[in-house]
C-alpha cells in the first residue's frame, strides 16, 4: 500500500512537472510572438539578434527594445499580479467570483486618477508621473481604510460588503466629477479607464517591476495560510494560523498587486477572476503552492495573448476590452457549470 501511494504521488508531481513545462514553453513563444506582431512585423531571427546586443537596424531596435519589451514585460507583471491577488481574493472570502479589485483599492486609484484629471484640470500628455502618483494615493488610501476596518469586522463576508460599498461610493463621486468635468478631461480619463500596457515605460518599470516582485513573493510566503484559511477561519485556527494577521497581510499584498497594476496600466478587468478557475481546473489542486505559480504563468499568459489580439493591422485596441472579451465567457461557463 505504500509503494501504491508512493507511486502515485511521483506520477501526480511528474504530470505537475509536465504541465508547468508545457505552460512555460507557450509562455515564451507568446513572449516572442507578442515582440514580433505589430504594424511592423519583426522576425524571430532579428528579435534574438536585438536582445542579444546586436544594434545594426536602428529603428528595429528601437521599436524592439523601447515600445514592444516594456509593454511585454508590462503585461506578465499585470498577469501575474492580477492572477494571484484574485486567487488570492477567491480564497480568503470563499467566493469563486471574488477579484482582485473587490476591496474597492481600484476604484480608490480611479478616485485619485478622476481627481487629478478632472478636478484640476490636469492633462495626461504633461506627466504620466503624476497620474501614477495620484492612483497609488487613492488606492493606498483606500487600502488604509480596509485594513483599519478588517480589525474591527471579523467576518469575511461581511468585509466584503464594506469593499464593495466603498467601491460604490468612489464610483459616484468619480460620476459627480465626470458630470462637472470639462469633455477633453472626460475623455482623458475613459481613455485611462480603458486600460494601456503601452503607456507603461522603462522608468515606470523601475519602480512597478520591483512592487509586484516582493509582493508576489509575499503571496507566495502565504500559502501555508491560504491551504488553512481555505476550509474556514474556525479550521484555520485550529492549525494555530493567527487569523488577524493572515487578514491583514493578505489584504496588504493584494492591495499592492491590484493598486499597483491599476495605478500604472489602468483597470484591467476578468484576468483576476478567471485565471484562479483555469489553474484549479488544469492542475487539479487545491494547494496554493502549486495554485500561486500557476496563476503566475497562465495570467502572463492571457495578458500576452491578449496584447498580441488587440494589436491590429491599422489600430490598437485596448486591453481592457480584449481582456473582458477573454475572461467574460469564462465566467459565465463557471457559473453555469456550478449552477
Not at 28 to 40: E, H, T
Not at 55 to 80: H, Q
Not at 229 to 241: C, P, V
Amino acid at each position: 500500500m505504500k509503494n501504491l501511494n508512493s507511486n502515485q504521488k511521483k506520477r501526480s508531481s511528474t504530470t505537475i512537472y509536465s504541465i508547468f513545462g508545457g505552460l512555460f514553453v507557450v509562455f515564451l513563444l507568446l513572449f516572442v510572438m507578442d515582440l514580433a506582431w505589430g504594424n511592423s512585423k519583426i522576425s524571430f531571427v532579428q528579435i534574438i539578434r536585438i536582445l542579444f546586443g546586436n544594434r545594426e537596424d536602428l529603428i528595429t531596435s528601437e521599436i524592439i527594445l523601447n515600445f514592444r519589451l516594456p509593454k511585454a514585460i508590462t503585461a506578465i507583471l499585470a498577469g501575474s499580479a492580477l492572477s494571484v491577488s484574485g486567487l488570492m481574493m477567491q480564497t480568503f472570502f470563499r467566493n469563486p467570483l471574488a477579484d482582485p479589485y473587490v476591496l474597492g483599492v481600484s476604484s480608490g486609484a480611479s478616485l485619485g486618477v478622476a481627481i487629478v484629471m478632472m478636478a484640476t484640470g490636469f492633462l495626461l500628455g504633461s506627466s504620466s508621473w503624476i497620474v501614477v502618483l495620484a492612483a497609488i494615493i487613492g488606492a493606498v488610501l483606500v487600502m488604509m481604510l480596509i485594513v483599519g476596518v478588517s480589525f474591527k469586522v471579523q467576518n469575511a463576508v461581511s468585509l466584503l460588503i464594506v469593499g464593495l460599498m466603498l467601491g460604490t461610493i468612489v464610483a459616484s463621486i468619480v460620476g459627480v466629477l465626470q458630470y462637472f468635468s470639462n469633455p477633453d478631461a472626460i475623455k482623458l480619463f475613459v481613455m485611462w479607464n480603458l486600460g494601456s500596457l503601452s503607456a507603461v515605460s522603462w522608468q515606470h518599470l523601475s519602480v512597478l517591476a520591483p512592487l509586484i516582485f516582493v509582493a508576489l513573493i509575499g503571496a507566495f510566503l502565504l500559502h501555508h495560510k491560504l491551504d488553512g484559511m481555505l476550509l474556514g477561519e474556525n479550521y484555520a485556527r485550529s492549525l494555530g494560523i493567527s487569523i488577524v494577521q493572515s487578514r491583514f497581510l493578505i489584504i496588504v499584498v493584494t492591495s499592492i498587486l491590484a493598486g499597483s497594476i491599476t495605478a500604472f496600466a489602468g483597470p484591467i478587468g476578468f484576468v483576476g477572476i478567471a485565471i484562479p478557475h483555469i489553474a484549479r481546473g488544469l492542475f487539479r489542486t487545491a494547494s496554493h503552492k502549486i495554485l500561486i505559480p500557476a496563476s503566475f504563468l497562465l495570467g502572463s499568459m492571457l495578458l500576452l495573448l491578449c496584447d498580441i489580439v488587440s494589436q491590429l493591422p491599422t489600430y490598437t485596441l485596448p486591453i481592457n476590452t480584449i481582456s473582458s472579451l477573454c475572461g467574460a465567457p469564462i465566467i459565465i461557463w463557471i457559473i453555469l457549470k456550478k449552477r
